[in-house]
């Protein structure tokens, strides 16, 4: 999950598909380097397409918690007849000063729809829906950790 005023990354985050303009962190790679290690990566086409999926955070509007790796289906079916999917959990915990379940995701074009409402599908065919909201959860500007 993601701490204030710094980053603490310990799922699906670091599977070596996501960069680090996928998680927000465009401002950890130097501009002052010509060259550096993963360059060449990030500047291949559908690494730098502007719609990957990006990191958010996800709260349950029911407080259940999210399956990890659970999938947020879109409209439509692929050629496959499965459920076209938007995005996905990639770390899931219980938040007790929140009162409710609270998730980081990667979802398609994630920062650009704060507020909007996924539906992820539960195994017994049940559906949880949570918001898209900022990452750092609690205490954004950080004023409760120098009381």
Request: aromatic letters at 6%; proline letters at 5%.
């Amino acid at each position: 999950m993601r701490a204030e005023k710094g980053f603490i990354m310990i799922g699906d985050e670091t599977d070596g598909t996501v960069i680090p303009q996928d998680l927000g962190m465009g401002w950890a790679i130097s501009k002052k380097k010509d060259d550096y290690l993963g360059k060449r990566a990030q500047e291949r086409s559908h690494m730098a397409d502007p719609n990957r999926w990006k990191l958010v955070g996800l709260e349950t509007l029911d407080g259940s918690v999210l399956p990890d790796g659970a999938y947020a289906t879109a409209p439509g079916h692929n050629a496959n007849g499965q459920r076209m999917t938007q995005g996905r959990v990639t770390s899931t915990y219980f938040s007790p000063t929140l009162g409710r379940g609270i998730a980081m995701g990667l979802v398609h074009n994630g920062p650009d729809r704060m507020g909007d409402v996924l539906d992820f599908p539960k195994v017994d065919g049940g559906i949880i829906k949570a918001k898209i909201v900022d990452p750092i959860f609690f205490d954004k500007d950080g004023e409760k950790q120098n009381v």
